[in-house]
């Protein structure tokens, strides 16, 4: 890295040195540039070591480096991390106005709100930017889009008429592939299913309009070819989950591979759910159950016997004194649905996420009923058993001493061998690893 940033100051001090004062000084300025493809190579590189300092020293070289120098500055757009926020997106916007050709390099894009800059204000700055429509219809590339309204739900209504309609025909642009939406209200059925032709959605506390979800019909729905591969649901209202599930049904060839469900305490959130997962077809391969980590949610009528594709089950649980009847009920529930669906469970990896973990007399008996549910033989294919501590909600001490005690908590799982069992941080740095 040092090596290249000297070659562009060599470069640019070249440059700037004063032209025609010796016949020397014109065959150095006049000398065949660096080919293209090594010119991008070093963008790349540069871009993949994420170091921005240096790729604005890229783009100040020469005309030759500065277009794939701005592809790689500008491929990211994020303005809902930065603050102000407001303030950044207008500079983004000048400079977008001035250039608009860096639009074409825009693969990301995030807009949030109701950070500390919002607090005390009625008004969100996304809601009251007039540009914002003329922005979106500059960024014709956009692949990846947020939109989050942090501080609080935000109908969908009551953003200007403009913003919705640049908004709308975002979301259904062919080469959109991933969209992330956060605290929405009143949301139209009819675009959510729209959002059906992109690989990943994610939805946090999303809730469509109620009387508009009853008017989506059967012949409507099958309008859409479904695309969605990656569902991420969080927060998200039963009517929301059947609008998708109904999308689903719609489909001609389902093509959902994930799906993970944070649930809420809303009636008919576990029948939404269940519906969902019937609809989503026999090629789910990934189901993700992580629960809020202070309060314990029913699985209810979900029953993952279907689901002969299943190879990867991830689970939260949490070890606080409010789930007082431990933290596995609703992991024991969903994995005891598999044995009895066929002779031999089709999963291979299950990861199971631990919060607040702590280490107290009797900790063998709140792990046993899982060790004696993996040891039965419908879960003999079972490869590999994930456990994780989340260190921000477990302390450095009581990390360590569980550490020391889990290797006594699996037994019977271990003892049966063929499985490999994996004790890690969420750093993903393993610090014990049972027998295979």
Same mark, same amino acid.
């Given at each position: 890295?040092?090596?290249? $940033?000297?070659?562009?100051?060599?470069?640019?001090?070249?440059?700037?040195?004063?032209?025609?004062?010796?016949?020397?000084?014109?065959?150095?300025?006049?000398?065949?540039?660096?080919?293209?493809?090594?010119?991008? #190579?070093?963008?790349?590189?540069?871009?993949? $070591?994420?170091?921005?300092?240096?790729? $604005? !020293?890229?783009?100040?070289?020469?005309?030759?480096?500065?277009?794939?120098? !701005?592809?790689?500055?500008?491929? $990211?757009?994020?303005?809902?991390?930065?603050?102000?926020?407001?303030?950044?997106?207008?500079?983004?916007?000048?400079?977008?106005?001035?250039?608009?050709?860096?639009?074409?390099?825009?693969?990301?894009? &995030?807009?949030?709100?109701?950070?500390?800059?919002?607090?005390?204000?009625?008004?969100?700055?996304?809601?009251?930017?007039?540009? =914002?429509?003329?922005?979106?219809?500059?960024?014709?590339?956009?692949?990846?889009?947020?939109?989050?309204? %942090?501080?609080?739900?935000?109908?969908?209504?009551? =953003?200007?008429?403009?913003?919705?309609?640049?908004?709308?025909?975002?979301?259904?642009?062919?080469?959109?592939?991933?969209?992330?939406?956060?605290?929405?209200?009143?949301?139209?059925?009819?675009?959510?299913?729209?959002?059906?032709?992109?690989?990943?959605?994610? =939805?946090?506390?999303?809730?469509?309009?109620?009387?508009?979800?009853?008017?989506?019909?059967?012949?409507?729905?099958?309008?859409?070819?479904?695309?969605?591969? %990656?569902?991420?649901?969080?927060?998200?209202?039963?009517?929301?989950?059947?609008?998708?599930?109904?999308?689903? #049904?719609?489909?001609?060839?389902?093509?959902?591979? *994930?799906?993970?469900?944070?649930?809420?305490?809303?009636?008919?959130?576990?029948?939404?759910?269940?519906?969902?997962?019937?609809?989503?077809?026999?090629?789910?391969?990934?189901?993700?159950?992580?629960?809020?980590?202070?309060?314990?949610?029913?699985?209810?009528?979900?029953?993952?016997?279907? =689901? !002969? !594709?299943?190879?990867?089950?991830?689970?939260?649980?949490?070890?606080?004194?409010? &789930?007082?009847?431990?933290?596995?009920?609703?992991?024991?529930?969903?994995?005891?649905?598999?044995?009895?669906?066929?002779?031999?469970?089709?999963?291979?990896?299950?990861?199971?996420?631990? &919060?607040?973990?702590?280490?107290?007399?009797?900790?063998?008996?709140?792990?046993?009923?899982?060790?004696?549910?993996?040891? *039965?033989?419908?879960?003999? /294919?079972?490869?590999?058993?994930?456990? *994780?501590?989340?260190?921000?909600?477990?302390?450095?001490?009581?990390?360590?001493?569980?550490?020391?005690?889990?290797?006594?908590?699996?037994?019977?799982?271990?003892?049966?061998? /063929?499985?490999?069992?994996?004790?890690?941080?969420?750093?993903?740095?393993?610090?014990?690893?049972?027998?295979?």
């Amino acid at each position: 890295m040092k090596t290249l $940033k000297a070659l562009l100051l060599k470069r640019r001090s070249s440059a700037s040195s004063t032209p025609g004062t010796t016949a020397r000084m014109v065959v150095v300025m006049t000398q065949p540039t660096l080919p293209s493809e090594l010119i991008e #190579a070093i963008i790349e590189e540069v871009g993949a $070591k994420d170091d921005i300092t240096t790729l $604005k !020293q890229c783009a100040l070289v020469s005309k030759d480096f500065v277009y794939e120098a !701005q592809k790689v500055l500008f491929r $990211k757009i994020d303005l809902d991390r930065r603050l102000p926020r407001k303030k950044y997106y207008q500079r983004f916007h000048r400079l977008l106005s001035a250039s608009p050709h860096i639009g074409e390099y825009v693969r990301e894009l &995030h807009l949030g709100d109701g950070g500390e800059e919002d607090f005390g204000t009625d008004e969100s700055w996304i809601t009251t930017a007039k540009s =914002l429509p003329a922005t979106l219809q500059l960024l014709p590339r956009v692949e990846d889009f947020s939109l989050s309204f %942090n501080a609080e739900l935000t109908s969908w209504k009551s =953003l200007p008429a403009d913003l919705r309609s640049s908004l709308s025909a975002l979301f259904r642009r062919p080469a959109l592939q991933r969209v992330a939406l956060e605290f929405i209200t009143r949301f139209p059925p009819q675009l959510l299913m729209a959002l059906g032709q992109v690989r990943t959605l994610s =939805l946090s506390c999303v809730e469509v309009d109620a009387l508009g979800a009853v008017a989506v019909d059967a012949e409507y729905r099958a309008r859409w070819t479904m695309r969605l591969e %990656n569902l991420f649901l969080r927060g998200t209202s039963p009517a929301t989950i059947r609008v998708i599930a109904g999308a689903l #049904a719609g489909a001609r060839t389902p093509t959902l591979r *994930r799906l993970a469900l944070t649930p809420t305490f809303e009636e008919g959130f576990a029948d939404a759910a269940s519906e969902l997962i019937t609809r989503s077809g026999e090629d789910l391969e990934t189901l993700e159950w992580l629960p809020s980590i202070h309060f314990s949610a029913s699985s209810g009528t979900i029953n993952l016997a279907l =689901l !002969q !594709q299943l190879r990867t089950l991830r689970f939260s649980v949490s070890f606080r004194k409010s &789930h007082v009847h431990g933290p596995f009920p609703e992991v024991l529930r969903l994995l005891d649905a598999l044995t009895g669906a066929a002779p031999r469970s089709p999963v291979t990896h299950i990861e199971i996420d631990c &919060h607040c973990v702590r280490v107290q007399s009797g900790i063998g008996a709140v792990w046993r009923p899982l060790d004696e549910m993996l040891a *039965r033989a419908a879960f003999a /294919g079972l490869a590999e058993l994930r456990v *994780r501590m989340c260190t921000t909600t477990t302390s450095a001490g009581e990390r360590a001493c569980f550490v020391e005690a889990f290797q006594d908590l699996l037994p019977l799982l271990e003892s049966r061998g /063929g499985t490999r069992i994996v004790l890690e941080t969420r750093t993903d740095l393993p610090v014990w690893c049972g027998k295979e």
